[in-house]
């Protein structure tokens, strides 16, 4: 081909690097760069228990703030840390600032918080990974009860033998587990009965039209209360109104996530929030 056009012409190789491409390239090379470059940075969503009112914990989030000023959403880069590998670092490292960020909240008067990480199904694939856990744990100084680590559907059935295996360690040492984003997975109510996990997180497409739509609602209310009866807990995500609160309230949910209670914040603001709720709960006791 290059012969025929007469010599190396480098520029006709250049159309088969499209712009997706070229985009992806780039977005690969910062990936590799932004843990030294320390462009990483963690947000934190309160999750509050329904029964209580009070502040039961918050879910890392990974944010990626490039050189040039955006910040960039996982969905964006999470598939290829992913497809890359990279994930296995970044994993590693928000775990552990999770638990660093966790013992400061402890220090800071909140002993019981729980701190949830999202695990990628490429952490979770690592044979060794409970023994990665129980070191991040050791490092940082909080107790097991303090971490809920969550895995998707997909990720806990991918390979039942191994996750079984995974969990049943990570349940030794005394995490939780939580299924994110259940009811859009492959996978059957059945399941759960099989692994050894704690909280089920009902997916946010779920609670978006619960109101409107009684199928939805129907949903919701068929797995807070299957969660139940085979003894685990129940997250709602994407609450983002009140009558989705107190809905999921009549149900019995447990705990409750989502923009109508706190949107993803810093630490020092996680903090911030925890203290105005606690406040709220002194006032409403006089
Ligand atoms: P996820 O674990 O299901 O996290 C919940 C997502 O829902 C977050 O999006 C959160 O900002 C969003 N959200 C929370 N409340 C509401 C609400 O009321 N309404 C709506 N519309 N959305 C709400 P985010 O931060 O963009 O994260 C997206 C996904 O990226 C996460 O879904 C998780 O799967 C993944 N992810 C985030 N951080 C990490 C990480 O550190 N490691 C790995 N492996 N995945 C991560
Ligand atoms: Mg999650
Ligand atoms: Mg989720
Ligand atoms: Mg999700």
Wanted: charged share 25%; hydrophobic share 40%.
């Amino acid at each position: 081909q290059s012969k025929e056009n007469g010599g190396n012409r480098l520029e006709i190789y250049a159309p088969a690097l499209s712009s997706k491409r070229v985009e992806r390239f780039n977005m690969e090379n910062g990936l590799r760069y932004a843990l030294e470059r320390k462009e990483l940075a963690l947000n934190f969503q309160p999750q509050v228990s329904l029964a209580t009112g009070k502040v039961y914990g918050a879910e890392t989030l990974l944010r990626w703030n490039t050189p040039d000023g955006k910040t960039v959403q996982p969905c964006e880069f999470i598939p290829l840390a992913e497809e890359t590998g990279l994930i296995i670092p970044i994993g590693q490292w928000v775990l552990e600032q999770a638990c660093i960020e966790c013992k400061r909240w402890i220090r800071a008067g909140m002993p019981s918080l729980v701190i949830s990480v999202n695990i990628s199904p490429v952490q979770f694939q690592q044979e060794d990974f409970p023994e990665i856990v129980r070191n991040v744990l050791a490092a940082t100084g909080i107790e097991p009860f303090n971490l809920c680590l969550e895995i998707t559907e997909n990720t806990a059935v991918q390979n039942m033998e191994h996750s079984i295996r995974i969990l049943g360690k990570l349940l030794d040492i005394g995490v939780k587990i939580a299924i994110d984003d259940f009811g859009i997975g492959q996978s059957s109510l059945l399941w759960l009965k099989k692994l050894p996990v704690h909280i089920v997180k009902i997916d946010p497409s779920f609670i978006l039209n619960m109101i409107e739509d009684s199928d939805d609602d129907a949903i919701a209310k068929a797995v807070i209360e299957m969660s139940h009866s085979l003894g685990l807990s129940v997250t709602a995500e994407g609450v983002e109104t009140e009558s989705q609160l107190l809905r999921l309230q009549q149900l019995k949910c447990d705990r409750i996530q989502g923009f109508f209670i706190g949107r993803p914040m810093d630490s020092d603001q996680f903090i911030a929030y925890f203290m105005e709720i606690a406040n709220y709960d002194e006032i409403n006791a006089r």
